[in-house]
């Protein structure tokens, strides 16, 4: 079993920047056949999206298009730990911000999902909220 904790999360102004750090704990044998690493967020009223993913063999990323050169994913090796460093926030950018950790695209091996429903853990999020 596996559990994720994010923290990180807070209010800023357009602009601003947020680190988010992810760390994961529980049997180190459960962590054989996690392949992916990933950030998701949801807005009120609106469906979870991946924002970022890391492919733990070949450390291969992937972001949604509209942070893509703003938001950065990366992972300690040495730590069950991931990070999105975040910079020039915009409104848009406010919600629920889930870490996971799951399995790759079946459809597209060497890379991962960008649907939630291949994620196996889930931390309990942490809130970002961009003000103008």
């Known amino acids: 079993q596996v559990q994720l904790v994010e923290s990180g999360g807070g209010s800023v102004q357009d602009g601003g920047s947020l680190v988010l750090s992810c760390s994961a704990s529980?049997?180190?044998?459960?962590?054989?056949?996690?392949?992916?690493l990933g950030w998701f967020r949801q807005a009120p009223g609106k469906e979870r999206e991946r924002v970022a993913t890391?492919?733990?063999?070949?450390?291969?990323?992937a972001y949604a298009d509209s942070v893509e050169g703003r938001f950065t994913i990366s992972r300690d090796g040495t730590k069950n730990t991931w990070l999105l460093h975040t910079n020039s926030l915009k409104p848009e950018d406010t919600g629920m911000y889930y870490c996971a950790a799951g399995q790759p695209c079946f459809e597209c091996p060497g890379y991962c999902s960008d649907q939630p429903s291949s994620y196996n853990y889930w931390g309990q999020g942490t809130q970002v909220t961009v003000s103008l």
């Open positions: 529980g049997s180190i044998y459960a962590l054989y056949g996690i392949d992916c």
């Open positions: 890391i492919y733990t063999g070949s450390s291969r990323t």
